[in-house]
């Protein structure tokens, strides 16, 4: 592979995006590039961690389809948790349809994803127009996958790539390579103790992916959730995302 370029300090990105600027500002504040994804299945378990892994992150991401009890009270609950805290609220919803679907669902739908989430995933699959109908949450789009055989191949990377670029709405993209700078780099995959597990997920460690990947933010579900001492577990994510980090800066 070419070399990477040399990496862009997160303050020198030109980031235009509102939600993308506050997510940067987050960022530098609470020296974090930590985004904890939170795949519990009960209300209950959701804000608990959010409480205990609140100080570490600048975002808590979503699935809000697999939990059995979503409700309302669970976003306020949240919410004010986010706001004491400091983090963002990232729904993990992967849309990828065409935009009129893809308007229905994040506004529509009982988990009503737009009076809420600050940030959301997209797959650029439909196309630039589909992607004009989430507002002012921030976009990132999904141009490559973590997991073994994706079909997220060089040829699709650099369409999705193209398409993020020409859309207002997107701030940054999920990727497991470089990208260029004028997004910001989210990359899931990430553990410091394991290698992957039995349904084709691949792990890299935090020093390779801002080491190797220029990544601007690692997303951790299992490292931290599964962790007998969850807040530990992410306060150790924090501090080695951000060593690692400023480390890749002077690579
Ligand atoms: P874990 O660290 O437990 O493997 O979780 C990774 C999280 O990131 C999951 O919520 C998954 O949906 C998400 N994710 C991913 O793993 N790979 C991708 O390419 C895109 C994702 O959103």
Known sequence: AAPAKQRIALENKKIVHPVGKRLVELALKKQSNLIASADLITSAEITAFAEKVGDHIVALKLHSDIIQDFSDNLITDLRKIAREK????????????????????????????????????VHPIGGLESLKVFDNTGVITIVEMSSKGTLTDDYYFTKAINVSEQSGNVLGAVAQR???DNLLLFTPGVSISSTGDSKGQQYNTPELVFKNYHTDFMIVGRGIYKAADVKTAAKEYQTLGWVSYLQSLND
């Open 178 to 180: 470089q990208i260029p």
């Open 86 to 121: 400091e983090f963002l609220l990232f729904e993990d919803r992967k849309f990828g349809d065409i935009g009129n679907t893809q308007e229905l669902q994040f506004k529509k739908s009982i988990y009503k994803i737009s009076d809420w989430a600050d940030l959301v995933t």
